[in-house]
C-alpha cells in the first residue's frame, strides 16, 4: 500500500514538472477550440455557453481572441507534451466603475488529468497575472449553477 501511495505522489509530481503552465496565444487558437468544444460537449451544466453555440466560433475568430486581450482578457492553458490539457479564462469587467472587478469563466481540465493540480496551477497563475489590479474578494468565478471547484 506504501509502495502505491509514494508511486502515485511521484506521478503527481512528475506529472507537475513535466507540464507548463502560460498564457494560450493565437497560435494555440485551435487546441484552445478543440479543448473548449470538448468541455462543454462533456461537462454542459457547468458552463453558460452551449456545444452549439460555441461550434459557430471558428478558429480566426478563437485566435483574435488570444492575440488581443492584452492585461484585460486571458486564457491560460496546461500544456503537456504539446497538448493543452486544462484551461482557465479572464476578463475585466470593461465599465469604469466595474474596473476592479474581474472574472474567471471556462476552467476545465481534460479527465485524465484531473486530481494531480492542474486546476488549482492554472487558477494560480491566472490569480498572478492579474493580481496587481484586481484583489482576490473582486474576482468572480462565472458558474451556470452550483458547484464546487479548487480555490
Ligand atoms: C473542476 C476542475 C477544473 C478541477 O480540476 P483538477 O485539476 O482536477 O483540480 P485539482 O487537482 O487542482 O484540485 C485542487 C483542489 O480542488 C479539489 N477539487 C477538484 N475538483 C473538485 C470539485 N469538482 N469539487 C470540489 N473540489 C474539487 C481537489 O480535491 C483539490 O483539493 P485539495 O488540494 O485540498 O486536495 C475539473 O474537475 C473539471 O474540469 N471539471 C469539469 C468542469 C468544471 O466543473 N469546471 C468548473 C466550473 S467553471
Redesign the pocket.
Known sequence: MAIVQELLRYSRQYHRESMEIRRLTESDAESFRKLRLE?LD??P???AESVEEFQNTSVEACAERLRSGGMDRFVFG?IEKFAIV?M?GFYRESHLKYRHKGR????????E???????????TQLLQMNGAYIDEEHMM????LP?????
Do not use: D, H, K, Q
Open positions: 468541455a462533456r461537462e451544466t457547468s458552463f496546461a486544462g482557465a474567471i469563466w471556462g476552467v476545465y481540465v481534460t479527465e488529468y484531473r486530481g494531480r493540480g492542474v486546476g488549482r496551477a492554472l487558477l468565478l462565472e458558474l451556470p458547484c464546487s471547484i479548487p480555490a
